[in-house]
Each structure stands twice: as C-alpha cells, then as structure tokens.
C-alpha cells in the first residue's frame, strides 16, 4: 500500500471510530486545512487552475461550517449554542465574501476562528480524558497547484 494509501485507510478509521466530541474537532481539522489551502490557492498562476482549486476548497470548507451548525443543539447548548450558531453563520459569510471578492485575507480571518475554536473543542475533550486526533497533515501543493494529500 501506498504512503497516501495507508494515510487514507488511517483516515477513515478515525472517522469511522470516533466519539461525536472527536468528530467535531476532526470538522474543525478539515475545515481549517481547507481554509489554508484555498487562501494558498489564490497564488496559483494559471487562472483556470486557481479557480478550480480554490473553488473546491471553498465548498469543502463551506460545508464543514454548515456542518458544524447543524450539529448544535440548541436545546441542551442553550446560549453557548446560539452563540456558537451566529459564529459559524459569519465564518460562511466570510467566506462567501472571500470568493466573490477574490480576497484570500478574509480566509486568514476565518481560519483563525475556527483554529481557535478547534483549540477550545480539543482542550475541552482533554479536560474529559478524550484522546485527541493525530496532527493533520501539512499542506503540500504539486506544480499545477494541487493538494498532493488526497
């Protein structure tokens, strides 16, 4: 198996195992690195290649936020919850924004929101004694501008 393989399978099996508080904080994981890798992705010469790869990154990261506010529970969260909602709710827009005006800074912004908050999320669950995910993996672009990870 592949280098890439055995991180795939190492992947899923964290997925596939993992209690709801580590699944949150792997969104969070994802959600950050897809942030980081779009704002990268701006630099891409090729524009064809830059819209693309940005794009995509922006989807993923969208849908990790949209994610991340349909798993609260806003009857057991009570305030944190709502609070947490309308921060999710501005780092969606924020990045909506990044893409229509073409401005890789406003990803910076969200990225270090959620990197806080996965912060938080991941000392909490340290707090309860919950095993915390592996680092991810750093972010690797080939020539043409492509995360070589996945």
Not at 19 to 27: D, I, T
Not at 44 to 58: E, K, Q, W, Y
Not at 104 to 126: A, F, K
Request: overall charge negative; aromatic content about 6%.
């Amino acid at each position: 198996m592949t280098p890439s393989g055995q991180l795939s399978t190492y992947q899923s099996t964290a997925v596939l195992t993992a209690s709801p508080g580590r699944l949150v904080l792997l969104l969070m994981d994802s959600g950050v690195r897809h942030l980081d890798s779009a704002q990268a992705a701006f630099s891409i010469d090729d524009p064809a290649d830059r819209f693309t790869t940005v794009g995509s990154h922006l989807d993923r990261s969208t849908e990790i936020v949209r994610e991340l506010r349909r798993s609260l529970n806003q009857d057991q969260g009570g305030e944190l919850a709502r609070h947490l909602e309308a921060l999710y709710a501005f780092i969606e827009d924020r990045i909506f924004e990044a893409n229509i005006r073409k401005n890789p800074e406003i990803l910076v912004h969200c990225s270090r929101l959620l990197s806080i908050l996965r912060d938080s999320w991941g000392e909490m669950l340290q707090k309860q004694n919950t095993p915390l995910p592996a680092p991810t993996v750093p972010v690797t672009f080939d020539s043409a501008g492509f995360d070589v990870r996945t």
